[in-house]
T-cell receptor, first 110, second 116 residues
Framework: QKEVEQNSGPLSVPEGAIASLNCTYS??????FFWYRQYSGKSPELIMS????GDKEDGRFTAQLNKASQYVSLLIRDSQPSDSATYLC??????????FGTGTSLTVIP | GAGVSQTPSNKVTEKGKYVELRCDPI?????LYWYRQSLGQGPEFLIY??????ADDSGLPNDRFFAVRPEGSVSTLKIQRTERGDSAVYLC??????WGQGSEAFFGQGTRLTVV
């Protein structure tokens, strides 16, 4: 099993809908989790970080972490066409090594 | 500078040549990371520095790859005897302290390396 796994998609949602992105991780990843957004040809930019179980909200974005089930998710409310991008999930281990998933491609349809 | 700066933005080199990729982190950031991203894949860890020392270089694929950060700021990733499989976008990131320990990492725009 890879350290961090994501469904590569593509995921399509209509404008205004909720987009749900999911990520699972292995026992080798245990500490901190991050969601990055990457537009085509651009570098990843940080959207959310989450360190403890539960939900963390920031504007239209909510990150959810469940350590018992080893998954982390990102919800995007009121999706906009500008949210269309690849979303990368990343997690760290105790050795401060960070692992990325392959990314989920999201398209928001106007 | 305001962000992480990587040069060159694009590099085309012939198979077997030596290349150097430069990363200038955000001023004051002590941790610096190198990643490699192939098309359709997530970034793959190569090495990270805490200050001048390589704290973890376990991601370097082989001994053709080497990185330095002599003064704890700018870092150079060096690739000897390049191969076509080295073609990828090389990303650099920096964080104020160790990424994940209350500190977040910011990425540069990357260097697109093409080996022909």
């Amino acid at each position: 099993q890879k350290e961090v796994e994501q469904n590569s998609g593509p995921l399509s949602v209509p404008e205004g809908a909720i987009a749900s992105l999911n990520c699972t991780y292995s026992d080798r990843v245990s500490q901190s989790f991050f969601w990055y957004r990457q537009y085509s040809g651009k570098s990843p930019e940080l959207i959310m970080s989450i360190y403890s179980n539960g939900d963390k909200e920031d504007g239209r974005f909510t990150a959810q972490l469940n350590k018992a089930s080893q998954y982390v998710s990102l919800l995007i409310r009121d999706s906009q066409p500008s949210d269309s991008a690849t979303y990368l999930c990343a997690g760290s281990n105790t050795g401060n090594q960070f692992y990325f998933g392959t990314g989920t491609s999201l398209t928001v349809i106007p | 500078g305001a962000g992480v700066s990587q040069t060159p933005s694009n590099k085309v080199t012939e198979k077997g040549k030596y290349v150097e990729l430069r990363c200038d982190p955000i001023s004051g950031h002590t941790a610096l990371y190198w990643y490699r991203q192939s098309l359709g894949q997530g970034p793959e860890f190569l090495i990270y520095f805490q200050g001048t020392g390589a704290a973890d270089d376990s991601g370097l694929p082989n001994d053709r790859f080497f990185a330095v950060r002599p003064e704890g700021s700018v870092s150079t990733l060096k690739i000897q005897r390049t191969e076509r499989g080295d073609s990828a976008v090389y990303l650099c990131a920096s964080s104020l302290t160790l990424w994940g320990q209350g500190s977040e990492a910011f990425f540069g725009q990357g260097t697109r390396l093409t080996v022909v």
